[in-house]
T-cell receptor, first 113, second 116 residues
Framework: DAGITQSPRYKITETGRQVTLMCHQT?????MFWYRQDLGHGLRLIYY???????DKGEVPDGYVVSRSKTENFPLTLESATRSQTSVYFC????????????FGPGTRLLVL | AQKVTQAQTEISVVEKEDVTLDCVYE???????LFWYKQPPSGELVFLIR??????QNEISGRYSWNFQKSTSSFNFTITASQVVDSAVYFC?????????????FGKGTRLHILP
């Protein structure tokens, strides 16, 4: 099915471990985004990418690394997971114009013990 | 700077009642887009509507309707004859101009409970 997918959907890890969350979209959208959703904070932008090999920081980038070697993939890596990174992570994508609709993946629930 | 305020944190209504979710935005741009997303208990974020700043016509889609008023910087969402399946968190969002790197700004959401 076309769309935007995330894997894994659920992940439990331990403090200090490296974790990579995957995001894949089939629309050939230029822009891709990573958000985290926490109670009381709503959706906060971690990183975004305007195209392959172009990435930029969002509101809360510390502790995260992204890459975009292919247009359709935008993995998010937690280099050394901390408990404060326990959250629900959403990937999203949209076309070129800033006003185009963002479509979201199903989310990844991450628990850091 | 752009900002989206959803003052209602949580609303509970009895099934079949009408309910309006408020959204107030701030922007310095004359060209912008407004969005509503729904997040049901299953957790996914579902796009509902996108409206540009030049189109102030109200929109109706089944039991859903949206009232856009530039004079009050509001983009309110009404559900008519609510159903239990409407229970969800609803997010209003704003994106300014045509700048490619402009990011969408979300309100903190309104949690809607429809009681049977």
């Amino acid at each position: 099915d076309a769309g935007i997918t995330q894997s894994p959907r659920y992940k439990i890890t331990e403090t200090g471990r490296q974790v990579t969350l995957m995001c894949h979209q089939t629309w050939s959208h230029s822009y891709m985004f990573w958000y985290r959703q926490d109670l009381g904070h709503g959706l906060r932008l971690i990183y975004y990418s305007a195209a392959a090999d172009i990435t930029d920081k969002g509101e809360v980038p510390d502790g995260y690394v992204v890459s975009r070697s292919k247009t359709e993939n935008f993995p998010l890596t937690l280099e050394s997971a901390t408990r404060s990174q326990t959250s629900v992570y959403f990937c999203a994508s949209r076309g070129l114009a800033g006003t185009e609709t963002q479509y979201f993946g199903p989310g990844t629930r991450l628990l850091v013990l | 700077a752009q900002k989206v305020t959803q003052a209602q944190t949580e609303i509970s209504v009895v099934e079949k009642e009408d309910v309006t979710l408020d959204c107030v935005y701030e922007t310095r741009d004359t060209t912008y887009y407004l969005f509503w997303y729904k997040q049901p208990p299953s957790g996914e974020l579902v796009f509902l509507i996108r409206r540009n700043s030049f189109d102030e016509q109200n929109e109706i889609s089944g039991r859903y309707s949206w009232n856009f008023q530039k004079s009050t910087s509001s983009f309110n969402f009404t559900i008519t004859a609510s159903q239990v399946v409407d229970s969800a968190v609803y997010f209003c969002a704003l994106s300014e101009s045509m700048n490619r790197d402009d990011k969408i700004i979300f309100g903190k959401g309104t949690r809607l409970h429809i009681l049977p």
